[in-house]
T-cell receptor, first 114, second 113 residues
Framework: DGGITQSPKYLFRKEGQNVTLSCEQN?????MYWYRQDPGQGLRLIYY???????QKGDIAEGYSVSREKKESFPLTVTSAQKNPTAFYLC?????????????FGQGTRLTVV | QQQVKQSPQSLIVQKGGISIINCAYE??????FPWYQQFPGKGPALLIA?????SEKKEGRFTISFNKSAKQFSLHIMDSQPGDSATYFC????????????FGSGTQLTVLP
């Protein structure tokens, strides 16, 4: 089945640690996105990538980093510089610029700082 | 900053009733308006979408009404069912922007049995 796989589903981080969230898609989509979801605040864009080896900051990129070395993979690293990382993180993909806009989402990773 | 304002934040409806969620925008470059449905612990999924050249789109019990002059659009859920209980997000796309979709803040819908 085609889709987006996020792992792990739950992740616990200690203060001062970096953690990496995985996102893999087999939809052959060019564009990939990372969103952060907090209660009552909707989806806020962290980073997005339209093509391999290129990505742009979204609205809340501080404390996060990404890479796009392969078309199907877009991992997100939550660094120790992110002061409030506890949230639900969603990865999405779409065909890309010029194509249908429907964004397909993964099942999310819930990150908790302990 | 591009924004899509969504209301209400939460909504409680009796089974069989009509659920109405509203969104408003300012950016006239938005050209695509989807609604996403999200169940707890899951990722959002596309429910229904509309383009600004039509005023209404219906799919089953779900209808989008679009008012281009007022820059508003709404989701109507007819004959609401307990299984419709979820969080609903409106969104809008600026085709000039590579970032694609901007989301509203979400509405948590509860349909009472």
């Amino acid at each position: 089945d085609g889709g987006i796989t996020q792992s792990p589903k739950y992740l616990f981080r200690k203060e001062g640690q970096n953690v990496t969230l995985s996102c893999e898609q087999n939809l052959n989509h060019d564009a990939m996105y990372w969103y952060r979801q907090d209660p009552g605040q909707g989806l806020r864009l962290i980073y997005y990538s339209q093509i391999v080896n290129d990505f742009q900051k979204g609205d809340i990129a501080e404390g996060y980093s990404v890479s796009r070395e392969k078309k199907e993979s877009f991992p997100l690293t939550v660094t120790s510089a992110q002061k409030n990382p506890t949230a639900f993180y969603l990865c999405a993909s779409s065909i890309g610029t010029g194509g249908p806009t429907e964004a397909f989402f993964g099942q999310g990773t819930r990150l908790t700082v302990v | 900053q591009q924004q899509v304002k969504q209301s209400p934040q939460s909504l409680i409806v009796q089974k069989g009733g009509i659920s109405i969620i509203n969104c408003a925008y300012e950016n006239t470059a938005f050209d695509y308006f989807p609604w996403y449905q999200q169940f707890p612990g899951k990722g959002p999924a596309l429910l229904i979408a509309i383009r600004p050249d039509v005023s209404e789109k219906k799919e089953g019990r779900f209808t989008i009404s679009f008012n281009k002059s007022a820059k508003q659009f709404s989701l109507h859920i007819m004959d609401s069912q307990p299984g419709d209980s979820a969080t609903y997000f409106c969104a809008a796309r600026d085709k000039r922007s590579a970032r694609q979709l901007t989301f509203g803040s979400g509405t948590q819908l509860t349909v009472l049995p």
